[in-house]
């Protein structure tokens, strides 16, 4: 489904010189699965899946969604996803149903399957009542709702998910993470960056511990403990990365 | 390219806006009701002009004594008054006392000062005396008189009549007004003391002015009027569609980067190019609804106000009818090459604030070319046509003023310019929203040093773009410079040295210093490797085919846009000096010819081509390499031969079979000049080659010309069939190309 080869991206920083956001990242994600990105910030997880969702382009390697290349075949990839970060902004000026209507039909569906499919969408993510609120008026929740409408409402097969549980209480985040397990049960392709353990524990069936740019681990949980031997996914993460930081003589000035 | 999507970001675009109080407040209310009050304010000015009444202290007035008289009961005799004034409209008030001729200036200055009176008219004490003395002086009617009233000769003792003054203040316009009516006064009266003195000496009333020159204005009436509207509303027009694209553009583009809703647009199905028009239009649609109704608010108030002001309605009438239809015309290409100007610098800002800055120098720049019309001499020609702007204002203009039979030929050639600056601008507004640079860019300190360092550090092979573009600016601006400290040749001599020295400092040493400075392999920047003999044959061919095409190109510019002939002469005369041949190509062919490729198509060639598109490259390098010319005629013939050798360079991927090109098109511009008639006897078929020979410049036969055409097309196609190497980002566009338009796709 999606298939992550050498991805590469560096910048030119005049500071720092040739900044390697991303190093050689490869992995594959699957239908039916969460595939988590685990990392602090800094790691390269947002560079990842921009790079998937077509907006950023690979300094090198390749990438395929769902058999398409993104670099090549970006317009394509484009209607294969279903793109939610916690910075994906909502139109002041539109309220919740013309915004994810809007999207909808610039995916190109057709007005009278668009509406079944909108009623359906605004029920199941208890939407209703929001139906007419202008974005400006929106609480981060309700705006986070209409991202996932919007995302959603081409039913793609791979959904990607940018810490979209960043500025979200309890209740709601705990409700979105019901939504992600329930799209996965549908058979979509799930990638979900997150830097919150618990999440990634709960929710996950494959997971990358991402630094600076590299994967550090990878694998289900269960593969993960055996290989290290540590069954506190927060213990194994943070050894890791000290374990990178040491090799590499990176002396941490946060 | 999908339509029913530019449609969609379109309607959600306007629905958008449309649902801001604030802007719709700017763009439609405030028009509405801006001008009426500034219609109101004019109004009021303008009857106060008409209507104040002027108050004037008259002092020694008492003594006159002439006739015809000036005053009549304590006011100016009505037959001094002109249409324009009424007896009200002036106040006079006579000094009581008598002033002293030094006390008067020091009077009137307060009095005027202190705002007592608006102006003062002093009469010196001897005025009235001197009046009748001249009156006096004056040769009666009959001869016998005349004896008995002089004894014998007359006496003409001239007598010093001093001058009446007028006091007033210039900084005032109350004085102003008062000084302007009682010049008039003054004037008419004066006139008749003179008339009537001619009389009394027996001439004719009419002796001092025998005749009256007669204005005859030919101007037809509506074609005056026409012709002041002509010059405002060309104006008008762009200032509203250029201010009512702006703010709109920033909004749609900067401002959406700023509330994160550019990202999400991004991800969607829709392509950039669709999401640019859909934009465009959106702003294209405020801006023609900015200057219509700012045009329908100022033209309905205009005409109120000059309906009701008597003396405007004299000096132009309301505009033609016929002139809003034109405007209506010209709004749809005037708003589109602003809205397409306004979207692509709006693309390049972050943030709103960045994209207002912007607003600025897009000002600066289209200013010139909108005033430019308005200055005199400047006509609807066909080289003016051409200058983007400027010829769309004087063919609206033409419009106005109503001669459509000479504005009709130059639609067409204004008609292309616009369209390819419209078109031009949204292909640079979709690079900007393909830009990863642009979109997610953050700001950085900026530090010089670590800049430059960097820059020598981390050099590539090849320049980059960027250090192309600077390598065409530093030659422009070092050029520029020099062309003030340099003398203007006398000799050969003089000018070889002169031409060899700017080369050198102008376009050699930037070109190689930044070679050595920035790439790492100057041999790959500058394309220093040996061509396929057969390419370089077929170069040479080509410059030899291309010169008659070339020639023909020059005087057509030379046409469109004469030299001075001066300046012919002088060129003509220094070439003619070169005293042997070796010595003039030398100069003229081939020392430029090594340099300038060089530069042009070796470094700031190859730091273009990491554009990705190879003719964008060639025509990038070859519009810095025609700018570098110090004359425009000769500019745009060299853009056009650059572009060739550009091609050339590419295709063989060697820099020596473009100096040969240039060496040869340069030598054969020369060479003519230099054919004497004893060549000619000695090789006829040289008289056939220069038939029309003139004295500015020569054409050829036309067999030559086909045989050219045939030549260059020929040589064309086999550079064409060369295997040409690609740069990277070449060979990436090229494989995104081919999957956009495989059947699979979309």
């Not at chain 1, 209409?146 to 998910?161: E, K, Q």
């Not at chain 2, 031409?499 to 920047?525: D, E, G, H, N």
């Not at chain 2, 060639?618 to 091609?647: C, D, E, K």
Request: net charge negative.
């Amino acid at each position: 489904m999606i298939h992550v080869r050498e991805l590469t991206k560096s910048y030119d920083d005049l500071r720092r010189g040739k900044f390697m956001a991303l190093d050689g990242v490869s992995f594959d994600a699957f239908p039916g699965q969460v595939y988590a990105l685990l990392g602090p910030n800094g790691a390269g997880k947002t560079t990842i899946l921009r790079i998937l969702s077509t907006v950023l382009r690979p300094s090198h390697g390749s990438a395929t969604v769902n058999g398409f290349d993104v670099v090549t075949q970006a317009s394509r990839v484009r209607h294969q996803i279903g793109f939610m970060s916690a910075n994906t902004g909502v139109y002041d000026r539109m309220t919740a149903w013309e915004m994810v209507e809007y999207f909808g039909r610039l995916y190109g569906i057709d007005a009278e399957a668009l509406r079944w499919r909108m009623d359906d969408l605004f029920t199941r993510l208890k939407m209703n009542d929001i139906r007419d609120l202008l974005g400006a008026k929106m609480s981060t929740g309700m705006k986070q709702k209409v991202s996932i409408a919007r995302a959603l409402v081409h039913d793609p097969p791979v959904l990607i998910f940018d810490e979209a549980t960043v500025g979200l209480d309890v209740l709601v985040a705990r409700a979105l993470l019901r939504t992600v397990a329930e799209l996965r049960d549908q058979g979509k392709c799930i990638v979900f960056s997150t830097h919150i353990m618990r999440e990634a524990e709960k929710l996950c069936d494959r997971i990358a511990i991402l630094h600076r740019g590299h994967i550090l681990a990878e694998g289900t949980l269960d593969q993960l403990e055996d290989e290290y031997r540590e069954r506190d996914l927060e213990e194994l993460f943070f050894r890791l990365i000290s374990e990178h930081d040491e090799r590499y003589g990176i002396v941490e000035a946060r | 390219m999908n339509w029913s999507n530019v449609r969609l970001i379109l309607e959600r675009e306007l629905r958008d806006q449309l649902r801001d109080r604030r802007s719709l407040f700017v763009i439609f209310v405030l028009p509405i009701l801006l001008y009426p009050f500034l219609g109101m304010s004019l109004f009021q000015v303008a009857q106060f002009v008409q209507q104040h009444a002027s108050r004037v202290l008259v002092v020694g007035a008492d003594d006159l004594r002439v006739t015809p008289a000036l005053f009549e009961n304590e006011k100016f005799a009505a037959r001094w008054l002109g249409d324009a004034v009424d007896a009200n409209l002036i106040e006079l008030h006579f000094a009581g006392e008598i002033v002293a001729a030094e006390k008067v200036e020091e009077t009137a200055r307060r009095a005027v000062d202190e705002e007592e009176y608006e102006a003062v008219v002093f009469f010196p004490a001897d005025f009235g005396r001197g009046l009748e003395q001249v009156r006096r002086n004056l040769p009666p009617s009959d001869r016998a008189a005349a004896a008995e009233h002089t004894g014998g000769a007359p006496a003409r003792r001239t007598v010093e009549v001093p001058s009446p003054r007028i006091y007033w203040d210039d900084a005032s316009e109350k004085s102003q007004l008062a000084n302007a009516r009682l010049r008039v006064i003054m004037e008419r009266w004066r006139e008749e003391v003179g008339r009537e003195n001619l009389e009394t000496a027996g001439l004719s009333r009419s002796a001092a002015k025998p005749f009256d020159v007669a204005l005859e204005d030919v101007a037809d009436e509506r074609h005056r009027d026409a012709a002041l509207w002509a010059k405002i509303f060309p104006f008008l027009l762009l200032i509203w569609a250029l201010t009512g694209a702006f703010y709109p553009a920033v909004d749609l583009c900067a401002g959406e980067k700023e509330r994160g809703t550019l990202e999400t647009l991004l991800i969607s199905p829709a392509e950039r190019t669709e999401i640019v028009w859909g934009k465009l239009l959106t702003i294209m649609t405020f801006s023609s609804v900015t200057v219509v109704l700012n045009l329908v608010s100022m033209g309905v108030t205009g005409l109120f106000v000059i309906s009701q002001l008597e003396q405007f309605e004299r000096q132009f009438g309301p505009p033609p009818l016929s002139s809003f239809v034109w405007l209506l015309v010209a709004l749809v290409p005037v708003s589109a090459l602003f809205s397409a100007l306004c979207l692509a610098l709006a693309a390049l800002a972050r943030s709103t604030k960045e994209g207002q800055y912007y607003l600025m120098p897009l000002v600066l720049v289209a200013m010139p070319l909108v005033v430019l019309p308005m200055a005199p001499g400047v006509e609807l020609t066909l080289g003016n046509s051409l200058i983007p702007v400027t010829g769309l204002v004087l063919l609206l203009r033409a419009a106005v003023e109503g001669d459509y039979a000479q504005a009709l030929p130059f639609i067409p050639p204004v008609v292309a310019v616009t369209l390819a600056c419209c078109l031009l601008a949204i292909r640079w507004a979709v690079e900007q929203f393909n830009s990863e640079g642009v979109l997610f860019r953050e700001s950085e300190r900026l530090d010089l040093a670590l800049w430059v360092r960097h820059l020598m550090r981390d050099r590539g092979e090849t320049p980059s773009v960027a250090e192309a573009v600077a390598c065409g600016v530093v030659i422009l601006l070092v050029r520029f410079f020099m062309s003030f400290a340099l003398r203007q040749p006398e000799s050969f001599r003089d000018f070889a040295v002169l031409a060899i020295v700017t080369q050198l400092v102008v376009v050699f040493t930037p070109a190689l210093l930044m070679t050595v400075m920035f790439t790492r392999s100057p041999a790959k920047t500058l394309l220093l490797r040996l061509p396929r003999p057969s390419a370089l044959l077929a170069a040479v061919l080509l410059a030899v085919c291309l010169h008659p095409l070339a020639n023909l190109m020059q005087r057509a510019m030379t046409r469109l846009y004469p030299i001075s002939d001066d300046v012919t002469r002088q060129l003509g005369g220094l070439l003619e000096g070169a005293e042997s041949l070796a010595m003039l190509l030398f100069v003229v062919a081939v020392v430029p010819a090594i340099v300038e490729e060089l530069a042009f198509r070796g470094f700031i060639l190859s730091g273009f081509r990491h554009m990705g598109h190879k003719w964008r490259a060639i025509v990038l390098a070859s519009i810095f390499f025609g700018m570098s010319h110090a004359v425009f005629q000769q500019s745009l013939v060299a853009f056009v031969v650059g572009i060739v050798i550009g091609y050339v360079t590419v295709q063989s991927g060697s820099i020596v079979p473009a100096m040969a090109m240039h060496m040869v098109h340069n030598s054969l511009a020369v060479l003519p000049s230099r054919v004497t008639r004893a060549m000619e006897e000695r090789y006829p078929f040289l008289e056939r080659l220069f038939a029309d020979s003139t004295e500015a410049g020569y054409t050829y036969p036309w067999p030559v010309m086909a045989l050219s055409v045939i030549g260059v097309a020929v040589l064309l196609t086999w550079f064409h069939w060369q295997p040409a190497a690609k740069s990277p980002e070449e060979t990436l566009q090229e494989a995104i190309d081919h999957e956009a338009a495989s059947p699979l796709a979309g």
